[in-house]
């Protein structure tokens, strides 16, 4: 059975940083490109940043871009997304999935106010 935990989201004043973790079970994730995606309120959910299944390649959304990094640990099976200098439009629902598949975990709230 295949699971993705998400955790590490919260409030946090802009600037701030945060680091997600996405814990899987069930499926390596050395094996296919992951995923995190983010969804604002009345907003479609978006792509945020990839990472292959080599661990060699990434890529972000221009929004993200020099302030968030994707990465995995192999020996913990997880993910993670650092995100730095946040800013109050970063504000979403971020999500982990296993790229191209119906898998996803069940969000974690980042929040970012004054």
């Known amino acids: 059975q295949v699971q993705l935990v998400e955790s590490g989201g919260g409030l946090v004043q802009p600037g701030g940083s945060l680091r997600l973790s996405c814990a899987a079970s069930?499926?390596?994730?050395?094996?296919?490109?992951m995923a995190w995606y983010r969804q604002a309120p009345g907003k479609q959910r978006d792509l945020v940043a990839t990472l292959t299944a080599s661990g060699r390649s990434t890529s972000y959304a221009n929004s993200v871009k020099g302030r968030f990094t994707i990465s995995r640990d192999d020996a913990k099976n997880t993910v993670y997304l650092q995100m730095n200098s946040l800013k109050p439009e970063d504000t979403a629902v971020y999500y982990c999935h296993i790229y191209a598949t119906n898998f996803w975990g069940q969000g974690t709230q980042v929040t970012v106010s004054s």
């Open positions: 069930g499926i390596p994730v050395t094996m296919y490109t």
